[in-house]
């Protein structure tokens, strides 16, 4: 059966990746993003710098989180 799967894969040149993730983990990706973001330092107030969609975004989003949907929201995910 091995030598059928790997005569097939010849014929066929189907290309298996050199090495495969033994853990799914987001962490470092995760982590490479908020360093981006650091940089960039979108929130962070700079003269000449304007966002128009965020007019109406509010100062502090944490007073505008409804608690019961950010539990529904961990349960879910």
Not at 2 to 7: F, G, K, L, P
Not at 21 to 46: G, N
Not at 62 to 68: A, M
């Amino acid at each position: 059966m091995q030598h059928i799967c790997e005569n097939f894969d010849t014929k066929t040149n189907i290309v298996h990746p050199v090495q495969r993730y033994k853990v799914v983990s987001a962490v470092d990706d995760e982590m490479a993003l908020i360093q981006e973001v650091r940089k960039i330092r979108p929130f962070y107030h700079m003269c000449g710098r304007k966002i128009v969609f965020m007019k109406r975004c509010p100062k502090n989003l944490v007073k505008r989180i409804s608690l019961e949907e950010l539990k529904k929201w961990i349960v879910q995910n």
